[in-house]
Structures are given as C-alpha cells and as structure tokens.
C-alpha cells in the first residue's frame, strides 16, 4: 500500500503535529531553511517530479510555479480546499487527518514563489471537522516556529492562514476563489492576465489544489525518483480515487496513477450487490461518462483516460451499475450546474437554466425527439463560450450522455417512461 | 447606534478576522464576519445586521448584500434552529438520497426548503454536493456529518437533539 498524502490517516491522533514529526514531517521544510535551497532547485524539483494538479486541472505544478512574476512586489499563495465537485472527497480527508502536510507544503511552496502569505480557502460547510482542525494545526506549527517571523532563526517569514467560505461550487474556480477572498462575489475573471502576473489584490498569486500542496513535503524530502516511481506502468506518481456510487465499500483509495479501473473497482468489493457495471464517470460530475466495459481495463491516468473520451478530473470516480437510470442522473447532474452557474456569462446562466428544465420536462414524460436535439444543441452553444469552466463543465455530461446511452434517452421521450424498472 | 446591533464579542471576532488580510482590505473580511454574525442571529441575517457589519467595516452596504445574497449557506429569513442539509447529487442519488429526504419530510411534515411549526427544525433545500461520496447517502445536521444513513439513523440522530 503506498501512502502519501494519507500517511498519517491510520495513527492514531493523526492530525496531531507530534505524529505528522515522527514520522518525518516538517524534514523537508527545516532542510530547506538550513541549506537555503535556492528557490528555482525547489521549483525545477516539483517540475521534474511531474506532479500535476489534483483538482481537476492537471497541469504541471512545478510548471504553473515557474511563471510567477519575477517582480519584487508582494506575492501569495492560495492552497484550494473549496472542494466541492460532485463525487469528490479527497480533500476533506487530507484536512482533517493530514492537515500538516497540507501547512509544510503550503510552507515550502511560499518560500519557493516567494511569497509571504498562504492562505487556506476551505470551503464553508467544511466549517465543522476541517475548519477547526485546520485552525488548531495552524496554531500547533506557530507554536514550534515552523510559521511565522524568521523562522526557526532562518530569517524567513511566512503566514499561513486558514479562510473560510460560505457556500458556493463556483469558488474552486481559482479566479473565482481570488474574488471571494477579495470579499465579492464569486465570478470568475477573464484570462489573462493570469494569476501568476495578476492574482489576488492584483498581486502575482499561484493556486494549488489541497492534494497537490500535501504532495509537495514528500517529493521534496523522498526525492523525484521516488515520486515517479510510484506510478503503475507508463505513470508517474500517485492519486487519491474517491470510489463512490453502487459499490460494496466505497472508499477513497490513494493508488498508483495507471492503476487499472477494475482494480480500483476490487479494492471496493466489486459493484454492490454482485449487479453489473453499467457506466463510470472517472472524475468528478463534469467529466464524461463512459461505459463500464470500456473503462475496466483502463489505466487511471491522464493519458488514457483522454484516449477513451473522457478524463482523471478530480478523482471523483462515480460507478453506476446496471439499475442506474441514465436520464435521471444527467438530469440531478445538470440541477447542480443550473443552480452553481455564477450567472455572469449568458450562455453558462441561461443555457444550463435549459439544460435542466429540459430534462426535467422528458423526465415528467413530455418530451419529444426534438428535446433531445436541444439538448446537443444548447451544450454546444455553452461550450467554450464562457468565461471559466464551468459551462463546459454543464455540457460534457449532457453531450456524453446522449452519446453513450441515446437509445435510453430516445425510449424515453418515445415511451414516456423510462427503459430501467 | 452600531454597537446595540453587533455585540461586544461579535466585534472582537470580526477585528481578529480583519487581521488576516492587508489592512486596507476591509472586504476580505465580509464572508467570515457574517458567518460569525448569523451564527450570532439564530442563524439568519437582516439588513440591520448587514447595514451595521458594513458600517463598521467601512464598506459599502452594497458590497455586503452582494454577499450575503451570493453565497448559499447565508439565510436572509428566519430558519428553525437546526439546520439540516441532505446531499443529494449523482453519488448520494445513487445510494437513494431522494428516499432520505422523502423520509425527513414525512417524519417533520414539511417540505423541502421549509421549517418546522415549533421551530425546531430548517430542511435546507442543499443543491451542493457535501463532499463524503464514500458515505452516501449523508447529510449535515449543523455542519456535523452523518454518513451511511438509514431510516433508523436517521430517527435516532434527529430525536437525539434536545428541545433546548
């Protein structure tokens, strides 16, 4: 069993400092403050361990580190905590039994940027457990001057500091979160300028998902060899997988990145109730759907996972068996977006309002074989004509629904009924 | 005037809020102060409530309507005084969260987005996913989770919470 981002989840007291120290943490951060590792080694290290971003992104982080602004001007880093997309809960476990690896690496990429602030967005229902954990290691790593003025007598000083927000999907967007920080509504801003140049207070900012900062401790002090080691075949590094829907155990499961499907699928004990797979939606509810058998065999990596039409998105992976009722799902998935739509981009806020209460019209038994039509045609009215993601994010779904399983959709508009009993 | 509205304690907490940002952002600090506000207010805010957290933040009230507006876990009506959210997206749907809400509204008699008459209950009509898929169905009952829900667990942690 590799462990990473989930060394510490079976200690016992695993958010405590004392257990995060025993078993090597804070290692990576003292080394650096002790040798003064130049900031660029940092950043060519994550660069060359090939870590990507784990919210749904996967872009390379080293990378998106290296094009903050040189200037001398103040800088910030954003660890993104705000997860929120369906079938996603990787995060909130790193939070609330790993939270100082979340801090060291938050650490190690401020001093790597140059930033003196990091600030922890954790969204606002996550206001119970990870907040307060949060907070309470926070105040554990002032405490043994890992944070704070001239650290451990390095004379580098960092801030960390935990935020929290109130309740929207739209925030984990990273200008979006930008904004909500900045005390406003969450909508997302054009790009460029890009957060690296132009980010919070207008400030040269980097945003990182929490899975990707809590990675960071372990490939500096392991080393990049170790990092992509870890990976299944072809692949490099290591995953959390939130195995959700019809399966026996649901669980997350930290795994090699190129782990095949099915063996994912048996660390969960196969689909509830022996039934057969149906279909898979690998990363998170904006991703496309694919069917079961196209998926067993697959590696979960980025690469593959492109190959067969969809994509590793956030990890999310959504197992649907034989029972599942394709138009009912896309229809619960397409309320999500219509209600998250943050309504600056008319396309995303009236298109996903039409998605929906299409849907919901073929569902009532009223829809007709042109309703399927606009369905395609709205998505693609929607998609890349918006200012973030989330519009294309509305519309995947709905265009790989139709795709995969059109012959459930046309039975129902025809019968008035749906094709599962 | 303002300090008949917010309460002593309720300021000291916005202060240490505003500590976290630059000092010239007073902006920043608008989502955490209502949080803190609302909890303080039975759980729901008011354009008293929201009118004085912008005087005292120096900010435009327009700026902390705009939040408070945005962002779903704020209430601008009064709501009973135990919130419970059922998530109901793809991976809580597929463990039969529609079944669980069903449920709730019978054993309440309400419906969903409703309080109950004595006040004691707010079934909030949660459109986002609250991120514990493995436990599906689940819900939060004052941001507490409970996971793997049945019909039983659900009676047993609803008739657990005192009339207080």
Redesign the interface.
């Known amino acids: 069993m590799i462990k990473v981002c989930t060394q510490t989840f079976d200690c016992k007291d695993p958010s405590s400092i004392e257990t995060y120290i025993k078993l090597g943490g804070y290692s990576a951060w003292r080394e650096i403050l002790n040798q003064q590792t130049p900031k660029s080694q940092i950043i060519e290290t994550i660069k060359d361990s090939q870590l990507k971003g784990k919210g749904g992104a996967g872009f390379l982080t080293g990378l998106k580190w290296s094009f903050i602004s040189p200037s001398e001007s103040q800088k910030y880093l954003v660890c993104n905590s705000d ?7 990787k ?2 476990d790193i939070l609330r039994y790993n939270p100082h690896s979340v801090i060291e690496g938050m650490l190690i990429a401020c001093y790597a940027i140059g930033a003196s602030v990091g ?1 922890n967005y954790l ?7 990870q907040w307060n954990v949060t907070n309470n290691a926070v105040k554990e790593a002032y405490e043994h001057n890992f944070i704070g003025d001239n650290i451990l007598g390095s004379n580098v000083s960092i801030n960390i ?1 935990p ?7 739209i925030v984990g967007e990273e200008t979006a979160m930008l904004e ?7 909508m997302p801003r054009i790009k460029p300028p890009f957060p690296a140049v132009q980010g919070l ?1 207008g400030k040269p900012t980097i945003i990182n998902n929490t899975e990707t900062i809590a990675s960071v401790p372990y490939i500096i002090k392991n080393g990049v060899d170790w990092y992509k080691n870890l990976g299944a075949g072809d692949s490099h590094g290591v995953k959390m997988f ?5 399966l026996n155990k ?3 499961i930290e795994a090699p990145l190129g782990t095949p499907f099915s063996k994912l699928l048996d660390e969960c004990n196969g689909i509830l109730n022996d039934k057969k797979l149906k279909a898979v ?1 690998p990363g998170g ?1 904006s991703v496309p759907v694919v069917k079961g058998e196209v998926i067993m065999d697959t590696p979960m990596d980025y690469e593959p996972l492109m190959k067969i039409g969809t994509m590793l998105g956030s990890g ?1 992976v ?1 197992v ?1 068996d034989e029972t ?1 009722c394709m138009v ?2 896309l229809e ?2 397409s ?2 977006y219509y ?2 739509s ?1 309504g600056q981009c008319t396309p995303c806020r009236e298109g996903t309002g039409w998605l929906y209460k299409t849907l919901v019209k073929i569902r009532a038994g009223h829809g007709d074989q042109s309703d399927l039509d606009l369905l395609n045609r709205v998505a693609n009215q929607i998609e890349g004509h918006c200012i973030c993601a989330l519009g294309d994010a509305a519309a995947m779904p709905v265009k790989s629904f139709l795709t995969n399983f059109w012959n459930e959709f046309e039975y129902y508009v025809e019968k008035k009924q749906s094709m599962i009993i | 005037m303002i300090h008949d509205i917010l309460s002593e304690n309720v300021r000291k907490e916005i202060d240490s809020i505003r500590s976290k940002f630059p000092h010239d952002k007073n902006k920043s600090s608008i989502i955490e102060s209502l949080l803190i506000i609302q909890h303080e207010n039975s759980g729901y805010l008011n354009e008293e409530l929201i009118g004085a957290l912008a005087e005292y933040l120096n900010v435009q009230k327009i700026d902390v309507y705009e939040v408070a507006t945005f962002y779903s876990m704020f209430n601008l009506k009064p709501i009973g005084k135990n919130t419970i959210s059922v998530c109901t997206n793809v991976s809580c749907m597929l463990r039969n969260s529609d079944q669980i809400v069903e449920y709730i509204e019978k054993k309440l008699k309400i419906k969903i987005g409703e309080s109950t008459k004595d006040n004691k209950f707010y079934l909030k009509d949660e459109m986002e996913c609250l991120a514990a898929c493995n436990g599906a169905p689940m819900m939060q009952v004052n941001h507490v989770n409970y996971e793997n829900l049945t019909f039983e667990k659900i009676d047993k942690i609803l008739d657990g919470i005192k009339d207080d």
Not at chain 1, 163 to 169: E, T, V
Not at chain 1, 180 to 186: A, M, Q, V, Y
Not at chain 1, 242 to 246: A, D, F, L, T
């Open positions: 997860e929120s997309e369906p079938g996603t809960c995060d909130r600030y969204r606002g229902e996550f206001i119970g457990d500091i935020l929290i927000g109130a309740g929207a999907y909500s920080i900045e005390g406003k509504r969450g207070y939130c195995m959700s829907g019809h649901p669980k997350v939606i509810s999310g959504i649907m599942t009912s799902v619960r998935i309320r999500f209600a998250e943050c």
